[in-house]
């Protein structure tokens, strides 16, 4: 069993910064991919970020340039800095996380990006 823990939604004004944390706990081996989903209401989960244990790192191509995923594999945490948000960046923000026993989702926390 793996737990996400999620923190640091909230609501800010276009152009402004937020940084999302989660951290894994439990059973957890040889972590591969951690990663950011975001769903915003009537839309489909859709992938912001991912960077596996390779050190391949993915970013949806609406927020290259604004977002960096960083992961710190000894504490098992992946936090993503959010620059010049966008209310179209408005969504539930989930943390993801794939180790060889299964695919493992945090609550979600809520980003609201006003105008």
């Known amino acids: 069993q793996v737990q996400l823990v999620e923190s640091g939604g909230g609501l800010v004004q276009a152009g402004g910064s937020l940084r999302l944390s989660c951290a894994a706990s439990?059973?957890?081996?040889?972590?591969?991919?951690m990663g950011w989903y975001r769903q915003a209401p009537g839309k489909q989960r859709e992938l912001v970020a991912a960077?596996?244990?390779?050190?391949?790192?993915n970013y949806r191509d609406s927020v290259k340039g604004r977002f960096t995923i960083s992961r710190d594999n000894a504490k098992n945490t992946v936090t993503l800095q959010m620059n010049g948000l966008k209310p179209d960046d408005t969504a539930v923000y989930y943390c993801n996380v794939k180790d060889s026993s299964g695919n493992y989702w945090g609550q979600g926390t809520q980003v609201t990006v006003s105008s």
């Open positions: 439990g059973s957890i081996f040889s972590i591969n991919t």
């Open positions: 960077s596996s244990s390779f050190g391949n790192i």
